[in-house]
């Protein structure tokens, strides 16, 4: 068993973890398809950069909360590969605010996008995949911590990790997985934005091994849920955080 051959959708690709992962998986042997929303740049970046290192790679915008766009995304994906085995629900925002003070525009949006994001590409890969593929949803482990301003996301989150186990029940009978894996803070873009060093350095000591994580670190763990070793783990939610929570 190997991944040479096989395709993987990343959407949210084209920074951050999402471009750590297509990074990793390319070098697995899986073919790529690096998503944006909108900007087209750093996306071919992550895509040239396969390339260079001998993988196959195309990039597909869309934006995960339109169904039509999700669903011509997996039609370009199937033009290109003839297929997808692997499904990764990596594109999401992060707005924070006390839910006493949170607007209803970022309410809207972080639903439309956490939320309705991967239920339309969870539907879209559970009628799509491949039989024996992998459909593997990211979340967050500050669920278990409760930190306040965190309280929208953090349902968002957990909305996705039902979706999860639920869909790894309903696909019975096809060998798909569904899991999720849910980091702590990871020092990317999203996480870093607006924070004062003091409040960076008091959330990477949260954890017993004093660090934040690194976007490596997450697609290690998801290197292992999308290759031929993690098919025996299913409906898993995977804190993948040092021990934070």
Do not use: H
Not at 119 to 127: K, P, Q
Not at 133 to 141: D, F, H, M
Not at 170 to 175: C, D, M, N, P, T
Not at 184 to 195: I, N, R, S, Y
């Amino acid at each position: 068993m190997s991944n040479s051959g096989k395709v993987a959708l990343i959407t949210g690709s084209s920074r951050g973890i999402g471009a750590e992962l297509a990074l990793r998986l390319a070098a697995d042997g899986f073919k790529i398809v690096v998503n944006y929303a909108g900007s087209a740049g750093p996306a071919q970046s992550v895509a040239e950069r396969i390339k260079a290192a001998g993988g196959e790679a195309i990039v597909v915008q869309a934006d995960v909360a339109d169904p039509a766009a999700v669903v011509a995304m997996f039609d370009e994906a199937e033009k290109a590969f003839g297929g997808i085995d692997v499904a990764i629900n990596s594109a999401g925002v992060m707005k924070l605010a006390k839910i006493a003070e949170f607007n209803d525009e970022s309410f809207d949006q972080i639903m439309a996008i956490n939320v309705k994001g991967t239920f339309n590409v969870s539907r879209e890969a559970a009628r799509r995949l491949r039989d024996g593929g992998r459909i593997i949803n990211l979340t967050t482990s500050v669920i278990g911590v409760r930190l306040p301003t965190y309280g929208v996301y953090c349902a968002t989150k957990a909305a996705v990790e039902a979706l999860t186990q639920i869909l790894a029940q309903e696909l019975r009978g096809r060998s798909i997985s569904v899991n999720a894996v849910a980091p702590g803070p990871v020092a990317t873009e999203l996480f870093l934005e607006g924070k004062s060093p003091e409040v960076i350095d008091r959330m990477a000591k949260m954890n017993p091994l004093e660090r934040l994580g690194r976007p490596k670190d997450i697609a290690r763990v998801v290197s292992f849920l999308a290759g031929p070793e993690g098919g025996w783990v299913n409906g898993q939610n995977i804190r993948a955080n040092g021990g934070m929570c």
